[in-house]
Nanobody
Framework: EVQLVESGGGLVQPGGSLRLSCAAS????????MSWARQAPGKGLEWVSA???????YYADSIKGRFTISRDNAKETVYLQMSSLKPEDSAVYYC?????WGQGTQVTVSS
């Protein structure tokens, strides 16, 4: 059974940082492109970032230079380091890969 479990969300002040984690199981993680997406209240799903199996990374323009995606194949975990957070980054963040989605983790940026 494929499982993706996100963690690390929470409440942070503008300008702050958070690191999201996504623990994967049930598929060949090291060979799988992994992505993060988010959905803000009342808005559609927005792709945020992706990392390929060889470590190439891709970012949405809205977060480029502030977020960093990485992976640890030994731990079968993908990360999203978020810095310089803005209120508009508030959303439920989802991990996706191997045609599956996690349950999401809430990020709220507010003073």
């Amino acid at each position: 059974e494929v499982q993706l479990v996100e963690s690390g969300g929470g409440l942070v002040q503008p300008g702050g940082s958070l690191r999201l984690s996504c623990a994967a199981s049930g598929f060949t993680f090291r060979s799988t492109r992994m992505s993060w997406a988010r959905q803000a209240p009342g808005k559609g799903l927005e792709w945020v970032s992706a990392i390929t199996r060889d470590g190439s990374t891709y970012y949405a323009d809205s977060i480029k230079g502030r977020f960093t995606i990485s992976r640890d194949n030994a731990k079968e975990t993908v990360y999203l380091q978020m810095s310089s957070l803005k209120p508009e980054d508030s959303a439920v963040y989802y991990c996706t890969g191997w045609r599956s989605w996690g349950q999401g983790t809430q990020v709220t940026v507010s003073s």
